[in-house]
């Protein structure tokens, strides 16, 4: 079975600060590769994905991530946070149709 | 283009009561799944269906059942809720072109009493 790991449960920053969250799973086989973002009171959106090719993904509102197969680790940045950030993200690996998603990690992004 | 619904969105409940939560999508995707999401657990997956008339055990199906016989429709009920099933419902539909990829209602809120 394939777990997935991140590794901060909470990060608050102020506003242009850079962002980065990490995420390791577990899982021997080939693997798609997703970040999910869930903004208060609303449901998941994807930012971004990864299937093949470029291991570098850029996605939606400047986030990017970055997907390391030795290291099994796809981690999200993004260079300069806004206000409007502040949600919760989730890192989900994906196997024969089925997603594991991690626990989380929720953003406070200060004004 | 409605995508995925879910209904009701809030629910409030007594323990020991059955409750069906609702989920339709108007892609005609083949896969859809329930997830329950709990803080510092994620989102957690319940069952899911490839298919009409084909479901899934999840991580944590005890407590509920699911059904489907319409492409566009997956029920979960809860034949008898639990305290511990107070939570958020997720549903999400998959599409075969696109692995993997889900795409996500906007929830239910569950609370049992």
């Known amino acids: 079975a394939q777990s997935v790991s991140q590794h901060n449960h909470h990060v608050i920053l102020s506003e242009a600060a850079s962002l980065e969250l990490g995420c390791n799973y577990s899982?021997?086989?080939?693997?798609?590769l997703f970040w999910y973002v869930q903004y208060p009171g609303q449901h998941l959106q994807l930012l971004l994905k990864?299937?093949?090719?470029?291991?570098l993904v850029k996605g939606i509102k400047g986030f990017e991530a970055e997907f390391i197969k030795s290291k099994f680790s796809f981690n999200l940045r993004k260079p300069s946070v806004q206000w409007s950030d502040t949600a919760e993200y989730f890192c989900?690996?994906?196997?024969?149709?089925?997603?594991?998603f991690g626990a989380g990690t929720t953003v406070t992004v200060r004004a | 283009d409605a995508g995925i619904t879910q209904s009701p969105r809030y629910k409030i409940t007594e323990t020991g009561r059955q409750v069906t939560l609702m989920c339709h999508q108007t892609w005609s995707h083949s896969y859809m799944f329930w997830y329950r999401q709990d803080l510092g657990h994620g989102l957690r997956l319940i069952y899911y269906?490839?298919?009409?008339?084909?479901?899934d055990k999840g991580e944590v199906p005890d407590g509920y059942v699911v059904s489907r016989s319409k492409t566009e429709n997956f029920p979960l009920t809860l034949e008898s809720a639990t305290r511990s099933q107070t939570s958020v419902y997720f549903c999400a539909s998959s599409g075969l072109a696109v692995a993997n990829e889900q795409f996500f209602g906007p929830g239910t809120r569950l609370t049992v009493l």
């Open positions: 899982y021997g086989g080939t693997v798609n």
């Open positions: 990864y299937f093949s090719g470029d291991p």
């Open positions: 989900a690996v994906g196997n024969d149709y089925k997603l594991s």
């Open positions: 269906s490839a298919a009409a008339d084909i479901t």
